[in-house]
């Protein structure tokens, strides 16, 4: 995508902390993106754990969920559980103004590291992580099962 368009691409979205509350709209969203989608309980459990720190992207303060990104934060260290961008709402880089907010926010409380795993073959993923900063620290080999096969997941970090 050009910067033009990045630039142009209309308001800011709203991006605030995820609640308990959002839990049904997360799983809905999870779902569309992976094969094995978590339950709203799950997400419900996961964004109540002082651990977890949330991140939702909607069109207005109330409006239409556009994205959502969670990770585990124990400080220094984070994991990043999950990041999906609704399928209409990719490619405009809304993913990465996300997870710019979210990174400042987990550095803000005491975060000098976060980590992740990826399926190696994603490759809009792999762009996101890598214009944000993080680069590849180990492969674990055949880790993600698919329809079609075994694939490989790659572990990246970035140090803030
Ligand atoms: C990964 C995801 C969050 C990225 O969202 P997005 O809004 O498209 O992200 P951005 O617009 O910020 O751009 C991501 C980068 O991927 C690139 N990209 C988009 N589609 C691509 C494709 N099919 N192949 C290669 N690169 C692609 C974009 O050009 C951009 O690269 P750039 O920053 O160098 O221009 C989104 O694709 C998604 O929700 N995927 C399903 C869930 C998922 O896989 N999550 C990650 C699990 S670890």
Do not use: C
């Not at 969203?29 to 002082?50: D, I, K, M, V």
């Not at 792999?126 to 080999?141: F, H, I, S």
Request: charged share 25%; aromatic share 8%; net charge positive.
């Amino acid at each position: 995508m050009s910067a033009f368009t990045r630039l142009f691409s209309g308001p800011a979205p709203d991006i605030r902390d995820a609640a308990t509350a959002d839990a049904a709209d997360l799983a809905r969203l999870h779902a569309t993106a992976f094969h094995r989608g978590w339950s709203a309980p799950e997400f419900e459990r996961l964004l109540a754990e002082r651990t977890g720190v949330g991140h939702v992207m909607r069109a207005g303060p109330r409006g239409k969920l556009l994205g959502f990104v969670l990770s585990h934060a124990v400080p220094p260290d984070s994991e990043i559980l999950s990041i999906v961008l609704d399928g209409a709402s990719r490619g405009r880089g809304l993913a990465g103004r996300l997870l710019a907010h979210h990174l400042g926010r987990l550095a803000a409380q005491g975060v000098t590291a976060s980590f992740l795993e990826v399926e190696a073959g994603n490759a809009p993923a792999l762009a996101l992580y890598r214009r944000a900063g993080y680069a590849e620290v180990g492969r674990r080999k055949g880790y993600y099962e698919g329809p079609s096969g075994r694939t490989d997941a790659l572990v990246l970090r970035r140090d803030f």
